[in-house]
């Protein structure tokens, strides 16, 4: 690798996990007074193609990040539930479980509270415990930090409960908890890639029944590296442009008679839309984009069960331009990621997530992800923006006990 592409992943580069658990346990102990009964960490992700087919019962193909959030975590028998992070100011947050309802806690702990929340609801033993996190994910970009803190949270209480639950039904109740409780209405990929994916592959998932497959995905392997540009601009679904395109997509299935737009055949797109021209223009684009972001997930898969990885830069490329001009979710700043990437001979680049703000992904030749780093940080600065933060995406474990 060049100076420059190490740089360009040094800034981000989660600590040794040993270590790492180490720390928050010994968090734990300060905060508490007594030592925690073990420590876990789920990832955050980068999604490679399928964006906001999730919830239309589509394909997504995400990739755990290195980066996780960590929990140190003990049972209570007393009913409270305690929750604390070392990243933040905040002292530690306390609630009683029998207490937990949607909106009674609007801050960052409502994360791991709607968790015990939905676990409750859903009809499982669970009762009082004392947390304390740590997280590398970054937050508002794209990668889903709230779903590593949902994630683990439920791991933990799975093991300490002997609850029995597999890794799909805690991420099914770990989106439970982001729609009820906090009040985001997302779909399960975030939640099932922390909870599910493995290193060295991407996850291929379908989210209507949660079937799915590892598929190998090493960039390094093939002389390639998968670049992460956060463009540092924050981005918040709980403030209803999220929900809106999702009422779009669901009133589009409505009006084709299809209980989700996953079932509307690529092949037919045409005449579907020729049946939506009352529907408004903007549920036109919302069905356009869904149904041919689920037909390029299909492509991705295709193109690398054939070994053909560097044919994925294109799919990319027109996955990122559906974002931007049929579901309308893209920003100033993940244009100019992509178009500078472009320019400097990436191979692909799209954003990545919810958008209007996070993270884009960039696929590029190896020797060339330090030039294409420098590049995009040169056309951040001419435009005024703050600098990004570039780091390699290293396809990684999901969620798992570490002690």
Request: net charge negative; aromatic share 4%.
């Amino acid at each position: 690798m060049s100076a420059a592409k190490v740089r360009a992943g040094a800034e981000t580069a989660p600590e040794d996990e040993t270590r790492r658990a180490e720390q928050v346990a010994e968090g734990f102990r300060a905060l508490y007074g007594r030592d925690p009964e073990g420590v876990w960490a789920a990832p955050g992700r980068v999604n490679l193609i399928g964006e906001y087919t999730d919830f239309n019962d589509g394909f997504v193909m995400p990739l755990a990040l290195p980066h996780t959030a960590v929990a140190a975590v003990a049972r209570r028998d007393d009913g409270v539930l305690r929750v604390h992070s070392a990243d933040l100011p905040d002292p530690v947050t306390e609630l009683r479980v029998d207490d937990l309802t949607p909106g009674c806690d609007t801050s960052w702990a409502a994360y791991p509270a709607g968790v015990v929340y939905a676990l409750r609801a859903a009809g499982h033993a669970v009762g009082g415990a004392d947390l304390h996190l740590a997280s590398t994910v970054p937050t508002g970009a794209g990668l889903s930090s709230s779903a590593a803190l949902e994630v683990v949270t439920a791991l933990a209480l799975n093991d300490l409960y002997g609850l029995g639950l597999g890794r799909a039904e805690l991420a099914r109740l770990a989106q439970r908890a982001e729609n009820e409780f906090v009040g985001v209405p997302c779909g399960v990929m975030d939640q099932m890639a922390a909870a599910c994916c493995t290193d060295g592959h991407a996850l291929h998932l379908d989210t209507r029944d949660l079937s799915l497959r590892q598929v190998p995905f090493a960039p390094a392997d093939d002389g390639l590296a998968l670049l992460v540009v956060d463009t540092r601009v924050q981005h918040a679904l709980g403030d209803g442009a999220y929900a809106e395109r999702r009422a779009g997509c669901e009133e589009g299935a409505r009006r084709l008679g299809v209980s989700h737009l996953r079932d509307v055949p690529h092949a037919e797109l045409a005449e579907a839309l020729e049946r939506l021209a009352d529907a408004g223009e903007h549920v036109v684009r919302y069905v356009r984009h869904i149904v041919t972001d689920n037909h390029r997930v299909g492509e991705v898969i295709a193109l690398l069960d054939a070994g053909e990885v560097r044919a994925v830069g294109p799919v990319l490329t027109e996955g990122h331009r559906s974002l931007r001009e049929d579901l309308r979710v893209s920003c100033p700043e993940l244009d100019l990621v992509v178009e500078s990437a472009l320019a400097a001979g990436a191979l692909g680049a799209r954003m990545t997530g919810g958008g209007f703000g996070g993270s884009a992904v960039v696929l590029t030749e190896a020797d060339a992800a330090g030039r294409i780093g420098e590049a995009v940080r040169a056309a951040f600065a001419t435009a005024g923006h703050p600098e990004p933060r570039i780091f390699p995406a290293l396809p990684s474990a999901g969620a798992r006990r570490i002690s």
